[in-house]
C-alpha cells in the first residue's frame, strides 16, 4: 500500500523559507512521477510543482517559479519542496501526490493522481 508522509510545514514570516518533504513507501519510488499540490481556503487545490521519474523534467506554476524548488532523492525515497521568498498567498495546505502509472514525466491534472499524503499547513504572516 503507497503511504505519502509529509512534513516541514509551519508559520513564516513573509519573505522566509520552508522546506517540505514528503517519504513515500509501499513501491519503488524512483519509478514514479511526484507532485506537490496546495489548496488555500475556499480555493480549488492546486498543482504547485511537479517532477519527472528520472528528475529530468520539473514542472511549476507561474506563481511560484523562481522561488520553489522541486526535488527528490530515490534512495531516501523522498520528494522535496523548497520555498522561499514566501507570500501570504503561498499560505494554505500542502499535499504531495502521485501518480498510479510509472515512468511518467510530469501529470498536470489533480485526476491525474491516485495516491495523496495527509497535508501539511504552511502560514505565511505578513
Known amino acids: 500500500q503507497v503511504q505519502l508522509v509529509e512534513s516541514g510545514g509551519g508559520l513564516v514570516q513573509a519573505g522566509g523559507s520552508l522546506r517540505l518533504s514528503c517519504a513515500a513507501s509501499g513501491r519503488t519510488f524512483s519509478r514514479y512521477a511526484m507532485g506537490w499540490f496546495r489548496q488555500a481556503p475556499g480555493k480549488e487545490r492546486e498543482l504547485v510543482a511537479a517532477?519527472?521519474?528520472?528528475?529530468?523534467?520539473?514542472y511549476y506554476a507561474d506563481s511560484v517559479k523562481g522561488r520553489f524548488t522541486i526535488s527528490r532523492d530515490n534512495v531516501q525515497n523522498t520528494v522535496y519542496l523548497q520555498m522561499n521568498s514566501l507570500k501570504p498567498e503561498d499560505t494554505a495546505v500542502y499535499y504531495c501526490?502521485?501518480?498510479?502509472?510509472?515512468?511518467?514525466?510530469?501529470?498536470?491534472?489533480?485526476?491525474?493522481?491516485?495516491?495523496w499524503g495527509q497535508g501539511t499547513q504552511v502560514t505565511v504572516s505578513s
Open positions: 501526490a502521485a501518480p498510479h502509472k510509472p515512468y511518467g514525466s510530469i501529470w498536470y491534472q489533480r485526476s491525474e493522481y491516485d495516491y
Open positions: 517532477i519527472s521519474w528520472s528528475s529530468g523534467r520539473t
